[in-house]
């Protein structure tokens, strides 16, 4: 498909109003003005032409999902690389390998442990995961329980107590869990996670959005997930066709964590790059153009 697209706001991934439409019927088909919000994975082909912060952007269309008129693009644009990353880790059989999301979803009395529930890839995965129709236990700080909870997340546990790993065994106790999510990978997050695992019953494999420690105890394993992977396999088809757009209209997915935008422009780019860098919390730096 060939995507003229309007405008682009957004900061990687985006939100874009586009006209679709074959190249060739451009001058005189009828155009009929859609949103969507999509992942641009040029990070995958390194094309630019598959990339953001460009008024023109050719995206995949199993990478796109129907952006309703009630979500903003600059809201809507906090979701893709979080939604390509989560599933990529929760979906793909060589990863969690959970079912599919779906509106409504359909309880499946399982548990997963998601590490780093307030960030933008945690967001995600607690909403996907829920969508799977799993139960969720999450970490984050105390100030953003209430954040992780009204997406779906259980039990959240501050992830800088010493006892962290003690109380995310008492948050599972009885249990079976799925296994584990390390939105993170850092400062001991894995490890953590594995000694967790080890301990409960369940799935003793840990996706992680960083390359992880080689070896964990217990036996434990952890791959490091790659989200714009998912256009090669059956994963984007199932969560952006067939589960996003429709989560979006039904209110069951929600834009989340909210959108920071620092600015209009090009030139705002570097700006938001040093915003990311002090560190965020539970907030999406976004940059329209
Ligand atoms: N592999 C891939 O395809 C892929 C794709 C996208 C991103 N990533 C990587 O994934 C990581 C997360 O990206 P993001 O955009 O989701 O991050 P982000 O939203 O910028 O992360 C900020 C959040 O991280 C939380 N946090 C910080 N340190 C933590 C810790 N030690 N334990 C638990 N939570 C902690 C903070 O929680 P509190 O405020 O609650 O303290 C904050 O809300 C980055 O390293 C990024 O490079 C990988």
Redesign the pocket.
Known sequence: MFIYKSFLPTYIPQAIPYFPCSQAQFPTCTIHRLTFTSHAHQ?KTTKPKHGAFQHYTHIHSSLAAHLPSSISFSAGSVLP??I??AS?GLFQKDYLGLPYPTVPSTPVHSTLIV?????????ATIQLARAAGLDVVT???V??FDYCKNLGARECVD??SSDVVAKLIEAVKGKKVAGAYD?????G?TEALAEVLEKVDGGKFVAC??EPPKELKGGVGAK?????IIVDNEVAGKVWGEYVGKALDKGTLKPA?DALIVGQGLDKVQEGMMK?KE??????VVVTL
């Open positions: 990070l690389l979080a390509s990353t990529a590490w780093g529930g307030s960030s933008s890839v945690g967001s970490t984050c700080s100030h953003n992830y800088s939105a993170i990978t850092k400062k997050s959005v960083l490091f997930v790659f989200g714009p964590p990311n560190g965020l919390s539970a907030k999406k």
